[in-house]
């Protein structure tokens, strides 16, 4: 039996008119937005690009070199206080008590490194060998292999000057041999042999410049200034930290990225995770493509994948439509049905897509075999329903799906073999969407008799109903992490529910949803935003926090019945009683002037 959840209208009011940046491919035709085609539009994008790249260089030259030293040890200790601050304040006091005695300890090592440095600059520069002998068999020097050489080069050196070749010969074979491949230039070390031959230092083409001891020992000590830095730092317990420091290094952060990004929301932002960096999202402002081909109005969409490269469409004229989602062509109408397409589906990777129809059937077909040349056979036909099946949705595995319908039941379908594993029975009326959880153990489902219930895959048993809405419950959407319900009904009304709490949240009005359609929502960009039709012929996009409209795509010809977001795609599309598919993009030329809106916390 088919029950009708459209307006009365016919086809006939299906949008004719074509722009200038249209293309025809037979009796189908993609319309581009009116003011710029695609590739206008591809061009406007980059040129926001580099604007937004000058932008940033005005407000930010680039630096030759890093703006501080990781590896400074005044940062390092600078760092550590901070962790410190954020253990006390948070109540970590035991963690922090532990973290501070090991500081301590590595500043009392790092005073007696201090020490040895200062002596062994000052042993250098007077020439005073054998505490520089001493010095060298520390801790502090003793892996420097670098400035081990340098040293014994210039006791070598000084040796050769005095004429003392006995010493130096020893010298040479003990200490400078070993060392050999830290010479610098690399053939220093076979003109320090040759010196035992000479009269002079300078007698050798490396040392030719060597201007004396007292300005050579200078030298040394400036070539290995970095390990050699006698700079005062003070001790960690004397600094003064400023309060909540480290929260105050984040937040700014967030704000630069926030104010440097290409577009600024309306409302600020909410920072959500500090471990990775803020990315704007762009809300849809622009037509992008319209795709016509189908004769009657479109139920359902789907992105056909977690990659979204194609577009898959249920219609009342028993088809399913897939498109090309960058070129607009249509790839394939899957054909069969004997009734209007009610709901279409597709597994993570789209290698399957499934529609459910008012013939009582479900139809599964291969995603990866689609193309206009031949005749689409599907991989299965499941049946069971009594009367017209409304929703059908895969489960997170891959190897099932549920389905709802006009007889009121679910039933979860093991498609490698076809056979219904179990029926869900409990609602009072025609069940309109079915979803399972992110885990896959629960099946949320929406029902004519304006309730919601919550299912146990393995028992069968409703564990959950919701009841606040006043009217017929057409869609049912989670988050990616399953804790918030999206849902929408027929009392004019979206609602967003934690489920932990059980309870709605918040309510998402303004647009149409009273008749005898299917309205749905979903979530849009990071989840951020709540996208769904309207009776009026436009798409609504809702902050999900202040529930106010940030943005209307539209109007199209009739009610739009679905709209969906892509993440990979940075799409959104819709599909309503006008028979045509459109997706929405992003366009930088349309932004309103606005001064941004900073947010006042991370």
Same mark, same amino acid.
């Given at each position: 039996?088919?029950?009708?959840?459209?307006?009365?209208?016919?086809?006939?009011?299906?949008?004719?008119?074509?722009?200038?940046?249209?293309?025809?491919?037979?009796?189908?035709?993609?319309?581009?937005?009116?003011?710029? *085609?695609?590739?206008?539009?591809?061009?406007?994008?980059?040129?926001?690009?580099?604007?937004?790249?000058?932008?940033?260089?005005?407000?930010?030259?680039?630096?030759?070199? =890093?703006?501080?030293?990781?590896?400074?040890?005044?940062?390092? @200790?600078?760092?550590?206080?901070?962790?410190?601050?954020?253990?006390?304040?948070?109540?970590?006091? %035991?963690?922090?008590?532990? +973290?501070?005695?090991?500081?301590?300890?590595?500043?009392?090592?790092?005073?007696?490194?201090?020490?040895?440095?200062?002596?062994?600059?000052?042993?250098?520069?007077?020439?005073?060998?054998?505490?520089?002998?001493?010095?060298?068999?520390?801790?502090?020097?003793?892996?420097?292999?670098?400035?081990?050489?340098?040293?014994? @080069?210039?006791?070598?050196?000084?040796?050769?000057?005095?004429?003392?070749?006995?010493?130096?010969? *020893? +010298?040479?074979?003990?200490?400078?041999?070993?060392?050999?491949?830290?010479?610098?230039?690399?053939?220093?070390?076979?003109?320090?042999?040759?010196?035992?031959?000479?009269?002079?230092?300078?007698? #050798?083409?490396?040392?030719?410049?060597?201007?004396?001891?007292? #300005?050579?020992?200078?030298? +040394?000590? &400036?070539?290995?200034?970095?390990?050699?830095?006698?700079?005062?730092?003070?001790?960690?317990?004397?600094?003064?930290?400023?309060?909540?420091?480290?929260?105050?290094?984040?937040?700014?952060?967030?704000?630069?990225?926030?104010?440097?990004?290409?577009?600024?929301?309306? /409302?600020?932002?909410?920072?959500?995770?500090?471990?990775?960096?803020?990315?704007?999202?762009?809300?849809?402002?622009?037509?992008?493509? %319209?795709?016509?081909?189908?004769?009657?109005?479109?139920?359902?969409?789907?992105?056909?994948?977690?990659?979204?490269?194609?577009?898959?469409?249920?219609?009342?004229?028993?088809?399913?439509?897939?498109?090309?989602?960058?070129?607009?062509?249509?790839?394939?109408?899957?054909?069969?049905?004997?009734?209007?397409?009610? &709901?279409?589906?597709?597994?993570?990777?789209?290698?399957?897509?499934?529609?459910?129809?008012?013939?009582?059937?479900?139809?599964?077909?291969?995603?990866?075999? !689609?193309?206009?040349?031949?005749?689409?056979? =599907?991989?299965?036909?499941?049946?069971?329903?009594?009367?017209?099946?409304?929703? /059908?949705?895969?489960?997170? $595995?891959?190897?099932?799906?549920?389905?709802?319908?006009?007889?009121?039941? !679910?039933?979860?379908?093991?498609?490698?073999?076809?056979?219904?594993?179990?029926?869900?029975? $409990?609602?009072?009326?025609?069940?309109?969407?079915?979803?399972?959880?992110?885990?896959?153990?629960?099946?949320?489902?929406?029902?004519?008799?304006?309730?919601?219930?919550?299912?146990?895959?393995?028992?069968?048993?409703?564990?959950?109903?919701? %009841?606040?809405?006043?009217?017929? /419950?057409?869609?049912?959407?989670?988050?990616?992490?399953?804790?918030?319900?999206?849902?929408? %009904?027929?009392?004019?009304?979206?609602?967003?529910? &934690?489920?932990?709490?059980?309870?709605?949240?918040?309510?998402?009005?303004?647009?149409?949803?009273?008749?005898?359609?299917?309205?749905?929502?979903?979530?849009?960009?990071?989840?951020?935003?709540?996208?769904?039709?309207?009776?009026?012929?436009?798409?609504?996009?809702?902050?999900?926090?202040?529930?106010?409209?940030?943005?209307?795509?539209?109007?199209?010809?009739?009610?739009?019945?679905?709209?969906?977001? *892509?993440?990979?795609?940075?799409?959104? #599309?819709?599909?309503?009683?006008?028979?045509?598919?459109?997706?929405?993009?992003?366009?930088?030329?349309?932004?309103? =002037?606005?001064?941004?809106?900073?947010?006042?916390?991370?």
């Amino acid at each position: 039996m088919d029950e009708e959840f459209e307006s009365g209208r016919g086809g006939s009011h299906l949008s004719k008119k074509t722009s200038e940046g249209s293309s025809l491919m037979g009796s189908r035709t993609i319309i581009y937005d009116d003011e710029h *085609s695609f590739s206008n539009l591809e061009s406007i994008l980059k040129r926001e690009a580099l604007n937004v790249a000058l932008a940033k260089d005005a407000v930010l030259p680039k630096a030759l070199k =890093p703006l501080f030293d990781p590896n400074d040890p005044k940062i390092k @200790e600078d760092i550590i206080r901070i962790i410190i601050q954020y253990l006390q304040d948070e109540g970590y006091t %035991s963690s922090s008590m532990i +973290l501070q005695d090991e500081a301590n300890v590595k500043m009392k090592n790092m005073a007696l490194q201090k020490s040895q440095l200062r002596k062994m600059k000052k042993a250098i520069l007077e020439g005073d060998w054998i505490e520089v002998e001493k010095l060298c068999t520390k801790q502090t020097f003793r892996y420097q292999k670098s400035f081990l050489y340098g040293v014994y @080069e210039q006791m070598y050196l000084e040796l050769i000057n005095g004429q003392e070749y006995q010493k130096a010969s *020893s +010298l040479l074979g003990k200490k400078l041999k070993p060392l050999e491949s830290y010479a610098f230039p690399s053939d220093g070390f076979k003109d320090l042999c040759y010196l035992l031959t000479c009269k002079s230092v300078n007698d #050798a083409a490396t040392y030719q410049n060597w201007n004396g001891v007292s #300005a050579t020992r200078e030298a +040394l000590v &400036d070539r290995f200034s970095n390990i050699l830095d006698l700079e005062s730092r003070e001790a960690m317990a004397h600094v003064n930290t400023p309060p909540k420091r480290l929260l105050d290094l984040i937040e700014q952060a967030f704000q630069f990225q926030v104010q440097n990004g290409t577009y600024h929301p309306k /409302v600020p932002p909410k920072i959500g995770t500090v471990l990775e960096d803020y990315e704007c999202f762009v809300l849809p402002n622009a037509l992008r493509h %319209s795709f016509r081909g189908h004769r009657g109005n479109i139920k359902s969409i789907a992105f056909c994948g977690e990659e979204g490269q194609l577009i898959v469409s249920g219609s009342s004229d028993n088809t399913v439509g897939v498109w090309d989602t960058e070129t607009g062509e249509n790839q394939a109408f899957l054909t069969g049905h004997t009734a209007r397409v009610w &709901d279409v589906a597709t597994t993570r990777r789209g290698e399957l897509i499934a529609s459910c129809s008012g013939d009582g059937s479900v139809r599964l077909w291969k995603g990866s075999e !689609l193309n206009l040349e031949s005749n689409q056979t =599907p991989e299965a036909i499941l049946k069971g329903h009594e009367g017209d099946v409304y929703t /059908v949705y895969f489960h997170p $595995g891959g190897n099932h799906l549920v389905t709802g319908g006009y007889d009121k039941t !679910l039933k979860l379908y093991d498609i490698r073999t076809g056979q219904i594993v179990r029926t869900f029975e $409990g609602h009072n009326s025609s069940v309109s969407r079915a979803i399972f959880n992110p885990r896959g153990n629960l099946i949320i489902s929406g029902s004519k008799d304006s309730t919601i219930k919550c299912w146990d895959v393995l028992s069968g048993l409703c564990v959950k109903t919701f %009841s606040s809405h006043l009217g017929e /419950v057409t869609s049912v959407e989670l988050n990616s992490s399953g804790s918030m319900l999206l849902s929408s %009904s027929k009392d004019n009304s979206n609602r967003l529910w &934690d489920l932990a709490l059980g309870k709605p949240i918040r309510r998402y009005k303004e647009h149409q949803n009273t008749s005898k359609n299917f309205i749905r929502s979903s979530f849009g960009p990071r989840e951020s935003v709540i996208i769904g039709g309207s009776e009026d012929g436009f798409v609504y996009i809702w902050d999900r926090d202040t529930k106010s409209v940030v943005q209307k795509l539209g109007p199209c010809d009739g009610p739009v019945y679905n709209a969906q977001w *892509s993440t990979k795609q940075s799409l959104l #599309a819709s599909c309503g009683y006008d028979g045509v598919v459109r997706t929405w993009c992003f366009n930088p030329s349309q932004i309103e =002037p606005s001064t941004p809106q900073m947010p006042n916390g991370s």
